[in-house]
Nanobody, 122 residues
Framework: QVQLVESGGALVQPGGSLRLSCKASGLNFHYYALAWFRRTPGIDREAVSCISSNDGTTYYADSVKGRFTISRDNDENMLYLQMTSLKPEDTAVYYC???????????????WGQGAQVTVSS
């Protein structure tokens, strides 16, 4: 059974940093593209960042470029999102996902975690 579990969500002040983690099991981790998406009430799901399965090619949403870094550890079946210079508009539920590489869109991702709440507020 494929399972992805996020951790690291928290309340953080604007300008702060936070690292989200996603532990995967039940799949050949290194064959999958991985991604972080986020949802805010009243706003459609947004692709935050994607990383390819083979060469580590990455995508970042314009809103997070220069602030967020996606990485993966294939030996440990782990996906990370390092978030810095956090803004209130980064507040959302963040989901990790695994799927095929292509556009960084939800249609390319088959497996999803349960989500982790990130709240950026003073």
């Amino acid at each position: 059974q494929v399972q992805l579990v996020e951790s690291g969500g928290a309340l953080v002040q604007p300008g702060g940093s936070l690292r989200l983690s996603c532990k995967a099991s039940g799949l050949n981790f290194h064959y999958y593209a991985l991604a972080w998406f986020r949802r805010t009430p009243g706003i459609d799901r947004e692709a935050v960042s994607c990383i390819s399965s083979n060469d580590g090619t990455t995508y970042y949403a314009d809103s997070v470029k220069g602030r967020f870094t996606i990485s993966r550890d294939n030996d440990e079946n782990m996906l990370y999102l390092q978030m810095t210079s956090l803004k209130p508009e980064d507040t959302a539920v963040y989901y990790c996902a695994a799927g095929g590489w292509g556009q960084c869109v939800s249609e390319n991702y088959d497996y999803w975690g349960q989500g982790a709440q990130v709240t950026v507020s003073s």
